[in-house]
């Protein structure tokens, strides 16, 4: 499954204190465009994004998902916290 592989590569590369995917792809099926990739919901929280802007966050979660994003991802939303961030109810 798309989503369990998201999971562990996300996991390896961030050893995250929360990761949470939420697999929205079945109420996207079919629209145009829409190669048969999924559409996911990512929530990080993790030290390694500590001084890093929005764009840089995402560029490192998209580096960590490599291929995925040409063909086993159709659209990924990002929340990409530090712990702080995180404890301050920004989730």
Do not use: C, W
């Amino acid at each position: 499954m798309t989503a369990d592989i998201i999971r562990h590569k996300l996991e390896e590369a961030f050893k995250p204190e929360l990761i949470e995917i939420i697999d929205h792809s079945a109420s996207h099926a079919g629209h145009a465009g829409n190669q048969g990739g999924g559409h996911y919901h990512v929530t990080l929280v993790s030290t390694q994004f500590e001084n890093k802007s929005l764009v840089q966050r995402h560029q490192l979660v998209y580096q960590a998902l490599g291929d995925m994003m040409k063909a086993a991802i159709h659209a990924l939303s990002i929340n990409a916290l530090t712990p702080s961030e995180n404890s301050k109810g920004n989730s």
